[in-house]
């Protein structure tokens, strides 16, 4: 499962398939928001949309955007807290989540950490075999995550699970 973070629309996406095999579109959506609620509500209900979805599929793992910093300090924070709201729900259920970079998402998906939306889009499609770009940006990025931690999130886990063992051994 692929979680974009935001607080107007949170884009869910999973995806079945592993390196050398055919990826398989499960499903894909987003958890919507208005910004007239209060910010609150507006958590509640996206922490409560996330339950649902990963309820509903039962994923395996869990990628889930990392926050970069923007311009727009608001929209930062939005974007960590439901960012939080992800890891939360993939910890309360034991399931193991990895955060992956914009840049990072854009190059496995499409060969360069500088493709644009409709570069990011149109790959997903054409890696799912679907017919159209996923709508809104955020379902189609959402799926770019699963499709970047499917063939990139074993070799990531291992790296952070060695940099982790290194400052353990340091650490005595």
Not at 16 to 28: D, H, K, N
Not at 42 to 47: G, K, N, T, V, W
Not at 57 to 63: G, H
Not at 132 to 153: E, Q
Request: glycine share 10%; hydrophobic share 50%; aromatic share 2%.
């Amino acid at each position: 499962m692929g979680i974009d973070p935001g607080l107007t629309r949170c884009g869910v996406g999973v995806v079945e398939g592993g390196i050398g095999r055919a990826l398989t579109l499960v499903e894909v959506g987003v958890v919507k928001t208005t910004p007239e609620l209060p910010i609150e509500d507006r958590l509640l209900l996206i922490s409560r949309g996330i339950d649902t979805w990963i309820d509903a599929t039962a994923p395996d793992a869990i990628a889930v955007e990392r926050v970069f910093s923007q311009a727009n300090v608001k929209t930062v924070m939005g974007t960590a807290q439901v960012s939080g709201l992800a890891l939360v729900a993939a910890a309360a259920r034991g399931i193991p989540v990895t955060m992956h970079t914009p840049s990072e998402v854009k190059a496995a998906v499409t060969g360069s950490g500088r493709a644009d939306k409709a570069q990011v889009g149109a790959m997903v499609a054409r890696l799912l075999r679907l017919d159209a770009v996923p709508k809104p940006a955020d379902a189609a990025d959402a799926l770019a995550l699963a499709i970047c931690h499917i063939w990139r999130g074993p070799a990531t886990n291992r790296i952070q699970a060695a940099v982790a063992a290194q400052a353990a051994g340091g650490a005595r």
